[in-house]
């Protein structure tokens, strides 16, 4: 199998959204974001031996649901509850080193 056969194999519309799930007359269709990167190099040594080689790689992150009911479709957007610890812990300590050297007398 070439590497352009597995791109073609591994990227698809499975790979974005999940599987429908229905109850009670809504349907849950989960989406998640991709990226994806790779790869590849040969060189030639100085025994005339060819090397080379190749890689890939995916991320996959939920990004949200698409609810479709009787009355339309709606996107809810996951929310990633650790990212936004995260950045609110880095925005308060930005806020108090700036505030701390904002005190401190000159010299």
């Given amino acids: 199998m070439t590497i352009v056969e597995r791109l073609q194999q591994n990227f698809s519309a499975g790979m974005v959204y999940a599987d429908p799930v229905e109850k009670d007359g809504t349907v849950l269709l989960p989406a998640v974001w991709v990226a994806g990167g790779g790869g590849g190099g040969s060189d030639m040594s100085e025994d005339a031996v060819e090397r080379g080689g190749g890689g890939f790689g995916l991320f996959a992150r939920p ?19 650790t990212a936004l610890a995260l950045a609110g812990t ?17 010299s």
Avoid: H, I, N, Q
């Fill in 63 to 81: 990004s949200g649901s698409w609810v479709v009911t009787d009355r339309g479709a709606e996107w809810v957007p996951a929310v990633d509850l």
């Fill in 90 to 106: 880095v925005l308060v300590l930005g806020l108090l080193r700036y505030g701390a050297k904002r005190r401190l007398p000159s």
